[in-house]
């Protein structure tokens, strides 16, 4: 049975990716972007199956707009997909308080309010698949992008609440987490704070991380978001990529070497 899909930044990346995925399978997509200029050949090649929505997403107004003009059109909405969304480079002092809110707005804002605009409707189905679109920055952290760890730290917590909380209407809730991709994610779509000069050293180490020297291929995540969607029991979390795994194992190792090793002062602060 064929699906609908509702997918936040389209036009290029992870979104274009997957709405192509579905698209050539025969999937009926409502895509979203700020310019519809760029999913054109989109609108030509999949005349009955995609529509475009023009959409910010941090216009919360205008997200409950899309999703409800992608219901009223298609008649349901099996994956909703928040893709949309870009990464903020500067160390914690650096940051303005423009691009801070600018990055949560986006990142995590963005994603609430399309998913608020859903679950009404999958609810009311009794079944739907809210993709959340994280990273391996929303379960470890590194310099010089700690504004766009909180947006996704924020989104991981909001979703795995979400997951305990819409279960028993029979949606599921997933959190793909991608390493590095070649998109441009750090390149064209990124924005930076202005530098200060007592970082100098930290920035150049930070871009020596080795995470980036084997990027992901975008298109190699086609049959993988597919299967996510088509299983029966989809995951909360699943990485995309080879890095992920290994940098969550090693912080993860190391949180619990530290909470162990502090356990007798946690208890202390318990009390008798």
């Known amino acids: 049975m064929s699906k609908i899909w509702f997918i936040t930044g389209a036009s290029k990346g992870f979104g274009r990716e997957w709405a ?42 205008a997200d409950t707009a899309a999703v409800k ?14 893709n949309a969304g870009f990464g903020h480079f500067g160390m914690v002092e650096e940051l303005t308080e423009d691009e801070v809110r600018a990055q949560m707005e986006t990142n995590f804002f963005g994603a609430l309010w399309v998913t608020q605009a859903a679950l009404p409707v999958l609810r009311e189905q009794g079944s739907g698949h809210i993709i959340q679109v994280s990273s391996i920055g929303g379960i470890s952290a590194f310099p010089s992008v700690g504004v766009y760890h909180a947006s996704k ?9 979400l997951a305990q909380e819409v279960a028993g ?16 994610w750090s390149g064209p779509s990124a924005k930076r704070s202005e530098e200060i000069e007592a970082y100098a050293d930290v920035r150049e180490q930070a871009s020596k991380r080795p995470s ?61």
């Open 69 to 82: 003009a992608a219901h009223e059109r298609f008649g349901r909405l099996d994956v909703v997909v928040n």
């Open 169 to 184: 209407f029979g949606i599921h809730v997933t959190l793909i987490e991608p390493g590095g991709y070649s998109t441009d």
């Open 212 to 272: 980036a020297a084997d990027p992901g291929k975008p298109e190699a995540t086609r049959s993988a978001i597919l299967k996510v969607v088509d299983a029966e029991k989809p995951p909360l979390r699943i990485f995309f990529g080879k890095a992920p795994l290994a940098i969550a194992e090693r912080d993860y190792e190391s949180r619990l070497q530290t909470w162990r090793e502090w356990q007798p002062v946690s208890e202390e602060a318990h009390g008798s």
């Open 153 to 161: 730290w924020a989104l991981e917590g909001l979703s795995q609440s």
């Open 20 to 61: 192509e995925a579905a698209l050539e399978r025969g999937d009926s997509v409502a895509g979203t972007a700020r310019n519809l200029d760029d999913v054109r050949d989109l609108v030509d090649a999949y005349p009955d199956t995609f529509l475009p929505l023009q959409l910010d997403v941090t216009d919360h107004a």
